[in-house]
């Protein structure tokens, strides 16, 4: 079992910079690759960034490829989401996600940014 907290989000004006971060606890958070997904107003949830275990690769959505940035710690068991110039259409709930090596996923409860214009 694989606990994630998000936490980061707010209102924040276009153009920011937060950062969000996701908190895991329960198993060994060096062995599985983490991610970031959102879901705006009346959307589907959608892929945001990805991570592998050990931090090499990194994948991104083309609309937040050269703003976000995600990155991992593994001696705080923390992966972050570095988001830069945003824009009113980010306005979504951030999810963590924690995907295992036998393809389980686990997902926290989210974390809502809201850009205002």
């Known amino acids: 079992q694989v606990q994630l907290i998000e936490s980061g989000g707010g209102l924040v004006q276009a153009g920011g910079s937060p950062r969000l971060s996701c908190a895991t606890s329960?198993?060994?958070?060096?062995?599985?690759?983490m991610g970031w997904f959102r879901q705006g107003p009346g959307k589907e949830r959608e892929f945001v960034a990805a991570i592998n275990w050990s931090g090499t690769l990194t994948h991104y959505e083309d609309s937040v490829k050269g703003r976000f940035t995600i990155s991992r710690d593994d001696a705080k068991n923390t992966v972050y989401l570095q988001m830069n110039s945003l824009k009113p259409e980010d306005t979504a709930v951030y999810y963590c996600n924690a995907r295992m090596a036998d393809g389980m996923d686990y997902w926290g409860k989210g974390t809502l940014v809201t850009v205002s214009s």
């Open positions: 329960g198993r060994t958070f060096s062995s599985y690759a």
